[in-house]
């Protein structure tokens, strides 16, 4: 049976989800992808993890999704003498690109490329922002800094310069290893952090050579100038809200949040929004108003998916915030000025025949109130077209490729299913019918059926049909 909502649901998992009978439990209170945070856990743990969802994937007869988050470079403080150094509002400190421990008046950070990026009156950020600095001097070998906000400096914590692109690759040593191994063990998307600009892409790219999709994690100042060019060369895009609010100011996350779905759903990439969600479900039952007001806008605005953190982690109530964000995301759907907002036209430029063929079974299944869309797809790009016009009713796909189908558990509206290639026209009907039935549409529902013929290659998205479900047309 299909769901009864068509944005989707990302669950990260921890030790509070990893158990077999967790994950089925998520995967039945709504959950469509599940996230491996590669910043914490061992990879033997992590291919537990798989194996246990591609056993509830076969026990609910659903294609469920794997997304594998890489940690990405982590600019991070050295030793600290005595463990903790306390410094105060107006204190110049000279920091220095060193492996050092930090001591009092002397702050030093292993990382020389934020020494010979920063420029005076830039800002140092320690510890997701717990502490700032301004650059008051650039030297050769250190920067002279003010303390703008003090606090207890530790070590280890994260340090950010704010507004510069560093000269650093987005994949590190460790993201290189974790990335080999998660396309061993089969996961369907890779999300790779902190990409500062499209070249960042290329290279991840080329080691993924078609195994699983890219996800653009947008978390960078750099990132949104650019936004535009890193959606285009990504397969999808993550709004990463923790960092990227590190970053820039608290006030313009939400307006970029809103430009980057715009832009992902022009260009027919699938946008995740993330970070902070439910985060009050990490220890309470229920979450707060503003939280569900947080996920209803994501939606509102078009989003693909909203994810879930620490709340299905590590948290207290994994199922029921899936649960209630499931109710979250059909309370919005249910709306019918939800959709005035959707329907706009996002055909690509410049169009193709299966843009205009994605367009048209929007506008059919609108004006005839149909109850489905069925997709015959081999990659899964009919499949995203259709879902970038955003019918308003699931998309079912029929698809010979269990990874295609897997992958577009991701996106928006999408319904996957594995099914054998077709070779006729009247083939293609009995069987999107069919199917149909079996989703539990009701007797006599109208569906619209696109193909492409001739039948199995892909990319020839140009055959529209209209039926209705007992077989009369």
């Not at 959950?31 to 246990?52: K, M, P, Q, W």
């Not at 030093?108 to 140092?124: F, N, S």
């Not at 939280?291 to 605005?301: F, G, L, P, R, T």
Request: proline share 5%.
């Amino acid at each position: 049976m299909h769901r009864r909502r068509l944005a989707k649901i990302v669950a990260t998992v921890g030790p509070a989800s990893a158990s077999s009978a967790m994950l089925r439990r998520l995967a039945e209170a709504g959950v469509d992808c599940f996230r491996l945070n590669f910043s914490h856990g061992a990879h033997e743990r992590h291919g537990e993890v798989v194996e246990r969802v591609r056993a509830v994937e076969a026990e609910l007869g659903r294609p469920i999704a794997i997304l594998a988050d890489l940690q990405g470079p982590k600019i991070r403080l050295g030793d600290i003498e005595g463990g903790e150094l306390v410094v105060r509002f107006g204190d110049v400190l000279r920091l220095e690109a060193s492996d050092g421990a930090t001591t009092p008046g002397v702050l030093r950070l292993p990382h020389p490329e934020i020494v010979a990026a920063a420029r005076a009156g830039d800002a140092i950020l320690i510890d997701d922002g717990k502490l700032r600095l301004t650059v008051t001097e650039t030297h050769g070998d250190h920067l002279v800094v003010r303390v703008d906000v003090g606090g207890a400096l530790k070590p280890r914590k994260g340090a950010t310069l704010i507004g510069a692109a560093l000269p650093i690759s987005a994949l590190t040593e460790k993201d290189a290893i974790d990335l080999a191994f998660a396309l061993e063990v089969g996961v369907d998307w890779v999300a790779l952090s902190f990409v500062q600009r499209v070249e960042d892409l290329t290279e991840v790219r080329a080691r993924i050579d078609g195994r699983a999709g890219l996800v653009a994690k947008i978390e960078k100042p750099s990132a949104i100038a650019d936004m535009e060019a890193i959606v285009a060369a990504s397969d999808a895009i993550m709004v990463a809200r923790g960092d990227l609010g590190v970053e820039l100011p608290a006030e313009r996350v939400p307006i970029e949040q809103r430009r980057l779905i715009r832009v992902a759903r022009t260009l027919g990439k699938p946008v995740i929004v993330a970070t902070h969600m439910l985060e009050s479900m990490v220890e309470a039952a229920a979450p707060t108003r503003a939280e569900a007001s947080d996920v209803a806008s994501a939606i509102y605005q078009g989003a693909d998916a909203v994810m879930l953190s620490a709340e299905s982690a590590v948290g207290r109530h994994p199922e029921s915030a899936a649960a209630i964000m499931d109710r979250i995301i059909g309370a919005v759907e249910a709306d019918p000025e939800h959709w005035s907002a959707l329907w706009r036209p996002a055909i690509a430029d410049p169009p193709q025949t299966a843009d205009a063929v994605s367009l048209a079974a929007r506008e059919i299944a609108q004006v005839l109130g149909c109850e489905g869309v069925v997709a015959y797809t081999r990659t899964g790009a009919t499949a995203q077209r259709v879902s970038r016009e955003r019918p308003p009713c699931p998309i079912l796909v029929l698809t010979p490729d269990i990874r295609a189908a897997r992958r577009l558990a991701l996106v928006w509206g999408v319904e996957a299913a594995v099914a054998p290639d077709i070779t006729t026209f009247d083939e293609m009907v009995g069987h999107a019918e069919g199917h149909a039935l079996s989703q539990g549409l009701p007797i006599d529902a109208r569906i619209v059926i696109i193909a492409g013929a001739p039948f199995g290659e892909p990319g020839k998205t140009n055959t529209i049909k209209i039926s209705r479900l007992a077989g009369f047309s």
